[in-house]
């Protein structure tokens, strides 16, 4: 069975009503980055990072996976499929994908803010200030913010290099780590941008089909099935 592995970002989840940062209107406009993203604001704000966190946990929540994710996880009845994403929602999971890495964390966990492999699932949504992980240290979001490190990397790296067929969806060729992932691709395999605006210059291997994610996905499908037949 051939390896299919996704790279998705924010226009992954776009079309489910999940607001990027980048977009028009998107968060950036009502937030500065490092005010809400960054290990400083945490330890300066933290009930700010809370209340903006449980805001995107609310939202998450009320939202549904889009034909894009939906389509993603029938692949794996033909394929085998590693989802590689920057975003924090559980989208992808939801939608049926069995085998998703999260870059950036997830929306769906807390972390202890001393002890970051003690990890906990969210039963509330709402996480409230003084929250404690089972050894005594205040909970905090479990994402990666601006100035920590990205501990999956390594992971994602290993799962590109295993790549028959790579797929980028969602997210800017400009913008890491998605873009650095792509040199950890093998050699001669087909390599797909999924993209309703893509960058005009790009190299020749990559594919573009320059859709939104859920038609994308679609066009997707029958390209690769014409290609593995």
Known sequence: MKRLVILSGAGMS?????????DM????????????ASI????????????????????????????GHLLLAELEKSFEVHIITQNVDD???????TKVLHLHGELTKARSSVDPTLITILENPV???GEQCAKGSPLRPHIVWFGEEVPQMDNA???VESADILCVIGTSLNVYPAAGLLNYAPKNISIYLIDP?????????????????????????????????
């Open 14 to 22: 776009a079309e489910s009503g999940i607001r990027t940062f980048r």
């Open 25 to 36: 209107n998107g968060l950036w406009e009502e937030y500065d980055v490092m005010e809400v």
């Open 40 to 67: 400083e604001a945490w330890h300066k704000n933290p009930e700010l990072l809370l209340r903006f966190y449980n805001d995107r946990r609310v939202q998450m929540l009320a939202s549904q996976p889009n034909m």
């Open 91 to 97: 989208l992808h999971e939801r939608a049926g994908s």
């Open 127 to 129: 996480m409230k200030p």
């Open 157 to 159: 790296i290993a799962i």
């Open 197 to 229: 605006n893509p960058p005009e210059k790009l190299p020749k291997q990559i594919q573009v089909i320059a859709e939104k994610a859920g038609s994308g996905v679609e066009k997707l499908i029958q390209r690769i099935r014409d290609v593995t037949k």
